[in-house]
Nanobody
Framework: VQLQAYGGGLVQAGGSLRLSCVASGDIFSSYNMAWFRQAPGKEREFVAAVNWRGGKVRYVDSVQGRFRIAKENSKNTLYLEMNSLKTEDTADYYC????????????????????WGQGTLVTVSS
């Protein structure tokens, strides 16, 4: 499985960005996908996750109501729509996939996820 993330960039506080992550390779019918982020000098942090059907989502409290995770199965693409961006949202954003043999809970732990994309940098200026 390969994941390719893109869409990062420089944006002013209060602005919006949409990140995309295209998956290729053998993805089984049950899987969860997620976005994590890592700011300079900080540990990687869970941002949002979605199950393979797209019907269940989970967010870290700090982005709830501002970010929206979605996926388009026909395009094997995961999205993260980010609105009302704050300077503290500045980080490298990573997409990840957890391969499962049956549906399961959405994990916030990076160790749960099996494959990762490269980071895409989001910089929010004040």
């Amino acid at each position: 499985v390969q994941l390719q993330a893109y869409g990062g960039g420089l944006v002013q506080a209060g602005g919006s960005l949409r990140l995309s992550c295209v998956a290729s390779g053998d993805i089984f019918s049950s899987y969860n996908m997620a976005w994590f982020r890592q700011a300079p000098g900080k540990e990687r942090e869970f941002v949002a996750a979605v199950n393979w059907r797209g019907g269940k989502v989970r967010y870290v409290d700090s982005v709830q109501g501002r970010f929206r995770i979605a996926k388009e199965n026909s395009k094997n693409t995961l999205y993260l729509e980010m609105n009302s961006l704050k300077t503290e949202d500045t980080a490298d954003y990573y997409c990840a996939v957890e391969i499962r043999d049956r549906p399961g809970p959405l994990s916030t732990s990076s160790s749960t996820y099996d494959y990762w994309g490269q980071g895409t940098l989001v910089t929010v200026s004040s």
